[in-house]
């Protein structure tokens, strides 16, 4: 995927120091809001693209780590 392109797909958690990358089985990335932990005015894994949120925080995301499960 180009940058642009995960840019519009993701919107500003791509660019939150609290965003946790959760990668599938598949390469496919999700992203999780580490704010969700302790505050419920965020979702877990928020609607993207994300335009606007009063927790934005700039900085860089997790690195991305496989989803544990089994199949
Ligand atoms: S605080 Fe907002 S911008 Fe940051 S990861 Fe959570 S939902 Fe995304």
Avoid: I, W
Wanted: glycine share 8%; with cysteine.
């Amino acid at each position: 995927m180009r940058p642009a392109d995960r840019e519009d797909r993701v919107g500003l958690c791509l660019h939150c120091r609290h965003a946790r990358v959760v990668r599938s089985r598949t390469d496919q990335d999700y992203y999780r809001c580490g704010r969700s932990d302790d505050d419920g005015r965020y979702s877990k894994y928020p609607r993207l693209p994300m335009l606007s949120c009063d927790g934005y925080d700039p900085g860089e995301p997790d690195r991305p780590h496989r989803r544990s499960g089994r199949r």
